[in-house]
């Protein structure tokens, strides 16, 4: 006799196969294409970092004097690969930013950053500081854009990148003696290093095709620093230090905004253009070294510090 109960009924089969759970695919895809992508953006940023005071005005209650960076242009490139229906892309990216800034200061200064043994260098009657900028990035990131709810989008990511980063803050000063004597400091923080970058980039979807973009990643970057200093009174140097180490920092990515995209020539190709902000802090990129009083007393100091790069990001991707 055959068993009609509920619990001697034949179930239906549940797959454990991955691609049955997987959510569809969000990436950009194209008709009959190639599956490339081109893309890039015009930064407009400006970048801030501790500790590049150069003088003080006045004893006592004097107020700091400090090199205060300007608004610089920059770019970013790069290519990618789709895969269209497994949803993951391959991408490498290159970004670029310079900038430089000065600031003097004329009557009665302490210098800060040159203090040779005669105490009537330890007052100036003019003062100036420059700091110069390049920072080089590179990135290889492997990730899968997937579709939650139907107009959320998530593309959690993960790579490598290098970075190259090359700074300088050259202080002159007038000194207070008789005669005359110039001096100057070149301290350097330089730093070349690679390592591992993770994070995610989300997008909501509107009608006409606009969207809200928001991105978020982090690295962890291992190298080596390059932080040298040099003290001159007029053409000779009279102070020196070469210090070479190896050391991780790590950095925060941040960007939001507006983006607009369409497809065009029977769904063949893909334009896409964005607006937003950005901001990346990069902790312990300033290691710059320096006495801290005269030259003679021995009190070598090394900064600590972070650097902080934020402004607008512009730009478009071409998919065919």
């Not at 110069?132 to 990148?161: M, Y």
């Not at 970075?163 to 070349?192: C, E, M, R, W």
Request: hydrophobic share 35%; net charge negative; glycine share 10%.
């Amino acid at each position: 006799m055959p068993c009609t109960a509920s619990f001697c009924q034949e179930k239906t089969p549940v797959s454990e196969m991955p691609d049955d759970r997987v959510n569809y695919p969000s990436n950009f895809q194209v008709e009959s294409g190639c599956n490339l992508f081109l893309f890039g953006d015009y930064l407009y940023w400006i970048a801030q970092e501790d500790s590049l005071y150069y003088a003080q005005s006045g004893s006592g209650n004097g107020h700091l004097q400090k090199v205060k960076p300007q608004w610089d242009s920059g770019s970013r490139i790069g290519t990618g690969l789709n895969f269209p229906k497994e949803g993951y892309d391959l991408i490498f990216t290159w970004t670029w930013f310079s900038t430089d800034a000065s600031s003097k200061k004329g009557g009665s200064l302490l210098s800060m950053w040159a203090r040779p043994d005669s105490p009537a260098t330890t007052t100036s009657h003019f003062a100036k500081g420059k700091w110069d900028l390049d920072i080089q990035l590179f990135d290889l990131e492997w990730g899968r854009s997937s579709w939650f709810g139907g107009h959320f989008s998530l593309r959690p990511f993960f790579g490598v990148r290098a970075l190259f980063l090359q700074q300088n803050l050259k202080n002159h000063y007038a000194y207070d003696t008789i005669p005359a004597v110039i001096g100057k400091v070149h301290a350097a923080s330089d730093f070349q290093g690679s390592g591992m970058r993770a994070g995610a980039e989300t997008r909501f979807a509107f009608a006409y095709g606009f969207s809200i973009y928001g991105n978020a990643s982090g690295s962890l970057l291992y190298g080596r620093f390059d932080a040298d200093f040099r003290l001159q009174e007029d053409r000779f140097t009279i102070g020196r230090a070469k210090d070479h180490f190896n050391q991780g920092i790590s950095s925060l990515q941040l960007a939001l905004g507006l983006a607009w995209d369409a497809h065009f020539a029977r769904d063949r190709l893909h334009i896409e253009f964005h607006i937003g902000w950005e901001q990346n802090g990069w902790f312990g990129a300033n290691q710059m070294n320096h006495f801290m009083q005269e030259m003679g007393s021995g009190t070598y100091f090394q900064e600590n510090s972070n650097l902080s790069l934020q402004g607008l990001v512009a730009g478009g991707r071409f998919d065919f």
